[in-house]
Nanobody, 120 residues
Framework: QVQLVESGGGLVQPGGSLSLSCAASGSIFSVNDMGWYRQAPGKQRELVATIASGGTTNYADSVKGRFTISRDNAKNTVYLQMNSLKPEDTAVYYC??????????????WGQGTQVTVSS
């Protein structure tokens, strides 16, 4: 079994910064892509950012220039640095990882979600 544990959510004022972390542990053969989704109240879940094992990144247009995704492969951890936060960034943020648990077996795993609230 693989677990993804998120941390770093909270309340921040507009223009502020927040950093999220997500660590994968358990029966891991290797970790492929990792990333972050978010879901605001009453809205669909959307992809925020992804990062491949080699470091290639992609971002949603709404967060380009403000958010930075990174990873530490030795720790099986993905990070999301969020700067210049806006009220519309308020959402529950979920991390995910594409994990090979054996040579032939691959599964996607999700973190528990962490609330990010941007408000005055």
């Amino acid at each position: 079994q693989v677990q993804l544990v998120e941390s770093g959510g909270g309340l921040v004022q507009p223009g502020g910064s927040l950093s999220l972390s997500c660590a994968a542990s358990g029966s891991i053969f290797s970790v492929n892509d990792m990333g972050w989704y978010r879901q605001a109240p009453g809205k669909q879940r959307e992809l925020v950012a992804t990062i491949a094992s080699g470091g290639t990144t992609n971002y949603a247009d709404s967060v380009k220039g403000r958010f930075t995704i990174s990873r530490d492969n030795a720790k099986n951890t993905v990070y999301l640095q969020m700067n210049s936060l806006k009220p519309e960034d308020t959402a529950v943020y979920y991390c995910y990882a594409e994990v090979k648990i054996t040579f032939l077996r691959r599964n996607n795993y999700w973190g528990q979600g962490t609330q990010v609230t941007v408000s005055s």
